[in-house]
């Protein structure tokens, strides 16, 4: 998202593009806490398009990386692409109502209680803290992570690669090592709704691995496309194991199941079979622009999805679920398409597309 390639990838075009699908599909199903929550949420929702949000981070570590030190003029450009298009739909969500306030609320109310008192000071503070957390709506966590994860390509550009490769084993261990640690009964299974706004903007469950994997990846391109040339079945038979795995996680709630491992390794298997069967594809239109609109598409296409739903909540699970994704694409492209007529190629900036 908000990312331009240096040479354009078919692989990532397509990964880019299934990704910003599966976000919306993801966000058009019912969540698994509603008691309406049925097959087509399970197998359409949940399990399908879990690689979506992970693979934007591995996208953004692998078109970021550069094999000389990237300035930090740089750096801030990049973040510019990202944050300025985020503080306008913020303002949009604000603007029109809609921000989720609750979480943010909670935390300026347990950081400086006397506020409570104050409704007009204790509103500004709570619009500060979901500017800051990424949380006017609660999917924009990815723009908190992706914020943070954008200033270490300065830092990364100038490790060694031998370096590069040791951290993200250590990050990938962290995964694992949270797995244990709820199968052992070392954590609390069902945790809060606090918790789970913090866990969502913890980097280390996943954004940063991903994101340096594709930093990794993208260093060792030719030697990982060379072995995958030469081993092709093998490569696939061994991208469909996580694939299957986590068909398992998603319709078990077993905790011995380790499920943040394994939706990891079943978003490397996505990225994978992208890399083996894509590589050559030619992009048509729709691909390119659902990958080069995709920053811009997860800021806006979630108020397509409230605008919605109050006319479509009634309709069967599988028809609600589908009507609400496709309305969610077609309004944020709509949008995105109007934005570019009237601003030109200031759309970019504003807009992020």
């Known amino acids: 998202m908000g990312i331009e390639q240096r040479v354009r990838l078919p692989a990532i075009d397509y990964l880019k593009a299934a990704s910003i699908v ?11 806490w509603d008691p309406r929550h049925g097959p087509w949420d399970l197998w359409i929702s949940a399990f399908l398009p879990q690689f979506a949000v ?21 750096v801030s450009r990049r973040l510019q692409r990202v944050l300025v298009p985020y503080l ?39 619009a500060g803290i979901q500017i800051l ?26 490790l060694a690669t031998r370096t590069l490769v040791l951290a993200l084993a250590s990050l990938a261990l962290v995964p694992i090592a949270i797995d244990a640690s709820f199968a052992l009964g070392l954590r609390e299974a069902k945790p809060s709704g606090m918790d789970l706004f913090w866990a969502a903007r913890n980097p280390f469950l996943g954004a940063a691995p991903m994101f340096l994997a594709g930093w990794v990846a993208a260093i060792f391109r030719p030697e990982i496309m060379s072995w995958i040339d030469a081993r092709k079945p093998m490569a696939v038979g061994l991208c469909l194991l996580p694939v299957l795995l986590h068909a398992r996680t998603t319709a078990a709630a077993d905790p011995w199941i380790p499920h943040l491992t ?29 990958s080069d609109s995709s920053l811009a598409i997860y800021l806006y296409h979630f108020l397509f999805i409230l605008m919605a739903l109050p006319w479509l ?41």
């Open 54 to 74: 992970p693979a934007f981070f591995f996208a953004s570590g692998f078109l970021y990386q550069r094999a000389e030190p990237i300035p930090w003029s740089d």
């Open 133 to 158: 957390t990424g949380s006017a709506l609660e999917i924009y966590y990815f723009i908190f992570l992706i914020a943070l994860l954008i200033p270490t390509i300065f830092l990364l550009s100038r």
């Open 88 to 126: 306008v739909a913020s303002g949009a969500v604000m603007a029109l109502g809609w921000a989720q306030t609750q979480k943010p609320r909670a935390i300026v109310e347990e950081l400086l209680p006397a506020l409570s008192e104050s409704p007009l000071a204790l509103h500004a503070l709570t």
């Open 262 to 290: 394994v939706r990891f390794t079943f978003t490397l298997s996505v990225i994978a079979l992208s890399f083996i069967f894509a590589r050559a594809a030619s992009p048509g239109r729709l691909v390119t622009e659902l």
């Open 22 to 32: 599966g976000v919306a599909l993801i966000h058009a199903g019912r969540p698994f």
């Open 313 to 353: 909540d009634s309709l069967p699970s599988g028809l609600r679920l589908l009507a609400l994704a496709t309305l969610a694409l077609v309004g944020s492209m709509t949008l995105i398409a109007s934005v570019r007529l009237a601003l030109g190629a200031r759309a970019r900036t504003w807009l992020g597309a």
